[in-house]
């Protein structure tokens, strides 16, 4: 890459581990570009007037996911057949598209704070539908996530004291979201350990086929056109949409090259801070009526993301030790024979 040599200076300049210029580069460029965002779509659902077309803005993302799959693939030069079926990746693609169009909705009914903090909630219901195929979570997972969805509810109980546009239907919304959100994941989960897709493959699918899925129904209710019609007519409007979607876009590319070059324990640090940072800027960049158990939801939301890199670094541990101690199994022992099965693969989490 063109920033090697001026990575490797600025890490012997610094006295840094050889690779901690580029993880902090890395990481560095997730936080700001996430924040940045996350800013601009706030800005975009509450002070442009006469806006509601979240379908559109969730057919954006879509297409623009899709469409970086398939240049993945075409540059990768490689033409493997479609691992997973169809039936499957319709399933994925549905679920994609109503988890991004009504966790974008529910910001209509309730301010952009309290639908974060339901978006950092979505481990509670994704470990239980897993606890249903077969999965085990230890209690401090599961105290996390619980800690966690305490915190969304009292943002949303305080939202509701204070804030007099506060409707329940965005807390509805927010609720059936983390629900597709953890079919996504579960189906994602599913891809690409049953049946051996690769991330660019799953990426494809899922994306194009929810695109065609929002993109009918966005059509077909009128949404798409009057978009079009909208932002034709506010340029303005359309700068604030490309850099919220190409902020939005190259931040997950920052935070995939943190989890390849860092590990997990790393990338779930990263995400914490950049957690806490959307939070504080948007309490303090877009004013909100105050509740005072704001308070309280936000000692839980810390105490939660504590838990949470607490349990990163603990599953670190694990994994390092079972892989120690197999490298000395596999020293000390004969190979084993011929018809023994093979070690499965390690999970892929593609969750965040």
Request: glycine share 8%.
């Amino acid at each position: 890459m063109a920033l090697d040599a001026p990575l490797a200076a600025l890490e012997r300049h610094c006295g840094l581990a050889r690779g901690h210029g580029r993880f902090f580069l890395n990481a560095g460029a997730f936080i700001g570009l996430m924040v940045i965002s996350n800013a601009l779509e706030e800005e975009l659902y509450t002070n442009l007037p006469g806006f509601d077309y979240f379908k559109a803005v969730a057919c954006l993302e879509l297409a623009t996911f899709a469409a970086a799959a398939l240049l993945a693939e075409r540059r990768s030069g490689l033409k493997t057949p479609r691992k997973a079926p169809l039936a499957f990746y319709a399933v994925l693609g549905a679920s994609m598209a109503l988890s991004q169009t009504l966790g974008k909705l529910a910001n209509k009914y309730v301010n952009f704070t309290v639908s974060t903090i339901f978006k950092c909630s979505k481990a509670l219901p994704t470990m239980a539908l897993m606890v249903l195929c077969g999965k085990r979570y230890t209690l401090a997972n599961v105290a996390a996530a619980l800690t966690m969805a305490l915190s969304a509810f009292c943002f949303a109980v305080g939202a509701r004291q204070a804030d007099a546009d506060f409707n329940f239907l965005g807390v509805l919304l927010n609720g059936l979201y983390l629900l597709f959100q953890a079919l996504q994941v579960a189906l994602q989960d599913s891809a690409l350990r049953d049946h051996g897709a690769s991330i660019d493959e799953t990426m494809l699918y899922a994306n194009a086929i929810g695109l065609a899925a929002l993109g009918c129904w966005a059509l077909g209710d009128g949404e798409l056109i009057a978009a079009i019609s909208f932002f034709a007519a506010r340029p303005n409007a359309v700068l604030l949409l490309a850099a919220r979607n190409g902020t939005f876009y190259f931040a997950v590319r920052y935070y995939t090259a943190v989890v390849k070059d860092a590990g997990g324990v790393a990338a779930v640090t990263v995400g914490i801070v950049r957690k806490i940072l959307t939070v504080i800027c948007s309490l303090l960049l877009f004013s909100k009526p105050w509740a005072n158990i704001y308070g309280v939801g936000g000692l839980l939301f810390a105490a939660a993301l504590a838990q949470e890199s607490r349990n990163a670094r603990t599953r670190e541990k694990l994994q390092h030790s079972r892989s120690s101690s197999d490298l000395a199994d596999d020293e000390e022992s004969p190979p084993p024979p011929a018809a023994s099965p093979a070690r499965r693969s390690p999970r892929i989490d593609v969750s965040k």
